[in-house]
């Protein structure tokens, strides 16, 4: 999982709560991503952030928010507005912004469900 | 549109076997493409990536992959599979001549490796 962490593990909210989920790197890499996986489904970026201060939806941005005010920190919010938030969350990060030649190293993961 | 396409959902092998899962890819320009490994509950880890020059790229584990551009394939193999590599394998892309860096995932392919 290298040097990026994801907290908590595991996470348990009531559906109409906000839940936000940590993503913090130390690679010093510039590109960071959010993916989200369900079974049978792979992964499905939901965004992504080339540099500080910037960042793009992926192609399931509805329902989600982020930011990105450091190098080493992509939080993302799940909002009450997704409407099924209950899935295996994953962060990734990359050395380069653009180029796609760069692995992505990922995260330990965040289950998160919603009652 | 770039896409990837994992055909098999689950590949079964007996220990000391070689193994293929299978990884074809649609991408307009030169493609990037890279396998992954997930265990159980955890984040994806980097296996090996093809960005140019060998066809045949060596990465961890003493697993390999195969470009073949006529084929629009990037299969992984192993000579002797192990208990050990049963787990679940993604194969991703970018590149191409809309570049963003981004990586579209496949599916994911059980591989299940039995004593």
């Known amino acids: 999982d290298g040097g990026i962490t994801q907290s908590p593990k595991y996470l348990f909210r009531k559906e109409g709560q906000n839940v936000t989920l940590s993503c913090e790197q130390n690679?010093?890499?510039?590109?960071m991503y959010w993916y989200r996986q369900d079974p049978g489904q792979g992964l499905r970026l939901i965004y992504y952030?080339?540099?500080?201060?910037?960042?793009q939806k992926g192609d399931i941005a509805e329902g989600y928010s982020v930011s990105r005010e450091k190098k080493e920190s992509f939080p993302l919010t799940v909002t009450s507005a997704q409407k099924n938030p209950t899935a295996f969350y994953l962060c990734?990060?990359?050395?380069?912004?653009?180029?796609?030649?760069?692995?992505?190293?990922f995260g330990p993961g965040t289950r998160l469900t919603v009652t | 549109a770039q896409s990837v396409a994992q055909p098999e959902d689950q590949v079964n092998v007996a220990e000391g076997n070689p193994l293929t899962v299978k990884c074809t890819y649609s991408?307009?320009?030169?493609?990037?493409l890279f396998w992954y490994v997930q265990y159980p509950n955890r984040g994806l880890q980097f296996l090996l990536k093809?960005?140019?020059?060998?066809?045949l790229v060596k990465g961890s584990y003493g697993f390999e992959a195969e470009f073949n551009k006529s084929q629009t394939s990037f299969h992984l193999k192993k000579p002797s599979a192990l208990v050990s590599d049963s787990a679940l394998y993604f194969c991703?892309?970018?590149?191409?001549?809309?570049?963003?860096?981004?990586?579209?995932f496949g599916q994911g392919t059980t591989l299940q490796v039995k004593p």
């Open positions: 952030s080339q540099i500080v201060n910037d960042f």
């Open positions: 093809y960005i140019t020059g060998d066809n």
């Open positions: 991703a892309v970018s590149g191409g001549s809309s570049n963003t860096g981004k990586l579209i």
């Open positions: 991408v307009s320009g030169n493609p990037y």
């Open positions: 990734a990060s990359s050395n380069r912004r653009t180029g796609g030649t760069y692995e992505q190293y």
């Open positions: 690679l010093n890499h510039d590109a």
